[in-house]
């Protein structure tokens, strides 16, 4: 997985596209997206957000209200599903009942003229792919979750599609399956080098996944980056917010000089931040800090920014703990620790000092209430 944004071909662009269904509000918004040859590229964001519908229209179940999608050298709007040559795989399988796991394979290259015996030889090597070719004369009934989605996903692959679409695969799979599902689908991408666009909601099967992951809020694209850089680095609060954990405190621009800006928070006290998207002074500021890069006790003495906090609740996690506390005046404050680090005589009620460096906290837009 490399962070190298500027690399790879173009294989589909979008291009001022927009989707409306009653003519006033836009479900997608103006959206310009190039996703590169072989990357596994996540659509995240909540319900309604436009991440479904962008897939859809590039799936072809779905036609833009305005703009153009194009695949390689050709515009798409008007290739119907079957000939864009695209794999798909849903969250409800959408395998034949009627068909036994290999005639359901069989049937994309049936379709598309392929000669019986070529097609016999493919469909094994697609069941090989996914560890099924035992079950090759089994009907989808009598098989579980787990390897009805396999089969869904060979029947995607089978074709050799240049674009593979993932549209919340993993969501009826129970958590042990899907986490193991996850790293299936993310070593068949490495092994074939096909691209792949997958949405879903779960932020962390985002981060899991993706060679680059775009944020959806209110059919806009909030931000795309690798993972680790939309976690590390949001640039604005609500990508903050949506992924991972979050502190955020409320207060307003003091002063700006370069990179970095002094927050005042309500009760006086004063933030340095990493100056991220933040306007005049004197203007509202929302800071966001990671529960994982804060430091309590001895660790908050070379911290820049130095409080102290009230320890209101444990919350034990098995490797590591999550403190809620007092800080600032805000009662929900988290820090996380690894159990190797907590100190055993912390208590509920203990007034500890805490920090965090610069670095480490970013000065953010407001946040909205929605």
Known sequence: MTGDVGAGEVLVSFRGVQKSYDGESLIVKDLNLDIRKGEFLTLLGPSGSGKTTSLM?????????????????????NVPP???DIGMVFQNYALFPHMTVAENLAFPLS????????????????????????FRHRYPGQLSGGQQQRVALARALVFEPQLVLMDEPLGAL?????????????????RLGVTVVYVTHDQGEALTMSDRVAVFHQGEIQQIAPPRELYEAPRNTFVANFIGENNRLNGHLLSHAGERCVVGLAGGERVEALAVNVGQPGEPVTLSIRPERVRLQVQAEQAANRFSGTVAEFIYLGDHVRIRLEVC??????????IAELDPALAVGDVVPLGWQVEHVRALDPLVAE
């Open 57 to 77: 229209m590039l799936a072809g179940f779905e036609t833009p209200t305005a703009g153009e999608i194009r695949l390689g050298d050709r515009a798409l709007n």
């Open 111 to 134: 379709v598309r003229g392929m000669n019986k015996r070529d097609a016999s030889e493919k469909v094994k090597q697609s069941l090989a792919m996914v560890q099924l070719d035992k």
């Open 174 to 190: 129970d958590k042990q399956l899907r986490e193991h599902m996850q790293m299936e689908i993310k070593h068949i991408h490495q």
């Open 329 to 338: 005046g805000k009662p929900d404050f988290f820090v996380k620790q690894p």
């Open 82 to 84: 079957h000939k864009r």
